[in-house]
């Protein structure tokens, strides 16, 4: 099977740097991804890691280590708007598998 | 372009009521997945399809959910009879060529209320 593992919470102060992880029991899969959903709205795609290493977009950055099985989202410059729910996702076979996600908190 | 587009966004019905969600894709992209999001489960693909053909159910959780995608242009998802425990967030998404680094496009939800 395929599991993904997220922290259900994380906390963070507005203007400071956060780091949300993911590790996964899979293989074979094509890439790790990652969606932003705020509260009563669809999940929108943030970004993608086919190789292992850092992919950087503005201020979110996103890292795989397939060696790890782990990943990270890194989110710098924290803004309220950042306030949301973070999923992970695998690609394996056509078929796009999420985590249970991370609410983000952010403290003024 | 209008993005993925979902109907209703609400439904709220009594059990053993047949409800149908109703879904239009991105014009062009041949994958359309369907959703179910709670927060004990959170967001669990049930079905996709490529070029209208559905290809994994294996996450349709019983017999009384069916999906169809009869054209390029429309997908439906049909429970019956419904029953509390389908209360959820159907989200219908579209993408261009299915996994390998294509992202998907969400429609914006059907809030579903099962009496």
């Known amino acids: 099977g395929q599991s993904l593992e997220q922290p259900s919470e994380v906390t963070a102060v507005e203007g400071a740097i956060v780091q949300i992880n993911c590790t996964y029991q899979t293989s074979g899969f094509y890439g790790l991804s990652w969606y932003q959903q705020h509260d009563g709205g669809a999940p929108t795609f943030l970004s993608y890691n086919a190789l292992d290493g850092l992919e950087e977009t503005g201020r979110f950055s996103s890292f795989l280590s397939r060696s790890d099985s782990y990943g990270y989202l890194l989110l710098q410059e924290l803004q309220m708007k950042d306030s949301a729910s973070y999923f992970c996702?695998?690609?394996?076979?056509?078929?796009?598998?999420f985590g249970k996600g991370t609410r983000l908190h952010i403290l003024p | 372009d209008a993005g993925v587009i979902q109907s209703p966004r609400h439904e709220v019905t009594e059990m053993g009521q047949e409800v149908t969600l109703r879904c239009k894709p991105i014009s062009g992209h041949d994958y359309l997945f369907w959703y179910r999001q709670t927060m004990m489960r959170g967001l669990e693909l049930l079905i996709y399809f490529n070029n209208n053909v559905p290809i994994d159910d294996s996450g349709m959780p019983e017999d009384r959910f069916s999906a169809k995608m009869p054209n390029a242009s429309f997908s439906t998802l049909k429970i019956q009879p419904s029953e509390p425990r389908d209360s959820a967030v159907y989200f219908c998404a579209s993408s261009l060529l299915g996994a390998k680094n294509e992202k998907l496009f969400f429609g914006s939800g059907t809030q579903l209320s099962v009496l």
């Open positions: 996702a695998v690609d394996r076979d056509d078929k796009i598998i």
